[in-house]
């Protein structure tokens, strides 16, 4: 537009200036002054357009594409090639459309999606993609400048409900990785006919509707509550446990000691002989013993020396 302006201007312009020269050196006598400044002034307009019109389209000529882009070339809206990076020439009733070929970015915000339970699921993901340089030219013939809009978002959107509705919701964190893969592959195969590159395809975010995520909260907490209880119970029957393997240790051990007792009797009364018992007996009457009254038939024989001592003064009988 500016450079069909300036052609305009320089028309307008140099046009006047070298139509009213010409008619005052058409007035003017042969080899007058005024005839020969009527020339210079035509000549002087006709060099003005010249420089005018070359100058100009020159320098509107000459573009600079930069590096990682290509431009589509337009002639009166019809595409007639691109130009890839560096300066280049390209006429300037022409117009063009700048199409990057480097790996770009583009975020999408909450996609809703659904799972097998048909309960909502938002996905925010991120899609890094690039078209090939060669391409641009038939992806703007065939498709149109909104490329992205036509063949990336839908194919996204439709891949990632396919993918959750085949899992439960509470199977979709654990699968986020297969989800991703599958969803990238599919969006691989199907771009590749359009020359584009799926780089890369990311996750930020899996998330839920508050109502779920309240009632998962709540599922969690009575599932924590639950399991406190099983602890205290498992608790309890340890206790339990204890107190009856202490009772069994201490009823064990009576019973130890009881046998004990009973084996140490049945030595005792095994090594008692009736000398033994006459023996301890006596052992166990005082010193001032004077008389001692002995059963009969008993066989028992004791030396009164043994009662009475050196003295003498008593005396025993035994029968």
């Given amino acids: 537009m500016p450079w069909i302006i300036s052609m305009v201007l ?5 046009g006047t200036v070298f139509f009213f020269a010409r008619l005052a050196r058409g007035a003017a006598v042969d080899g007058s002054v005024e005839r020969l400044r009527a020339s ?11 420089a005018w019109v070359g100058l100009h389209t020159l320098a509107a000529s000459l573009k600079t594409v930069e590096a990682g882009h290509v431009v589509v070339v337009y002639q009166f809206g019809e595409i007639v090639g691109q130009k890839s990076e560096g300066l280049q020439f390209i006429a300037p009733w022409q117009t063009v459309k700048t199409e990057s070929v480097q790996v770009r970015r583009q975020r999408f915000d909450n996609i809703s999606a659904f ?6 699921v938002l996905i925010t993901a991120t899609v890094n993609y690039s078209v090939s340089p060669d391409a641009v030219q038939t992806l703007y013939r065939t498709v149109g400048t909104a490329w992205f809009d036509v063949l990336i978002e839908p194919r996204l959107i439709n891949f990632l409900k396919e993918e959750t509705v085949q899992y439960s919701t509470v199977d979709l964190a654990p699968n ?10 599919k969006l691989t195969a199907e771009l590749a006919p359009f020359s584009i590159t799926v780089n890369d395809l990311l996750f930020d975010n ?18 924590q509550d639950a399991l406190r209880e099983q602890e205290k119970v498992k608790q309890r029957q340890f206790e339990a446990e204890q107190l009856v393997e202490t009772a069994k240790g201490e009823a064990e051990s009576t019973r130890v000691r009881a046998d004990g007792q009973a084996k140490a009797n049945k030595l005792l009364a095994e090594s008692l002989s009736p000398e033994v018992i006459q023996f301890q007996a006596i052992q166990k009457l005082g010193d001032k013993i004077q008389i001692a009254l002995i059963p009969s038939g008993q066989g028992i024989i004791i030396d009164p020396a043994t009662l009475l001592g050196t003295l003498g003064a008593g005396t025993a009988t035994a029968r």
């Fill in 10 to 14: 320089a028309v307008a312009i140099c």
């Fill in 40 to 50: 210079i002034v035509m000549v002087a307009a006709a060099v003005l357009f010249v």
């Fill in 115 to 120: 799972s097998k339970e048909t309960q909502d």
């Fill in 176 to 185: 986020r990785e297969k989800i991703r893969a599958n969803v990238r592959a």
């Fill in 206 to 223: 899996v998330d839920f509707r508050p109502e779920f995520k309240q009632a998962i909260e709540q599922k969690q907490i009575a599932t």
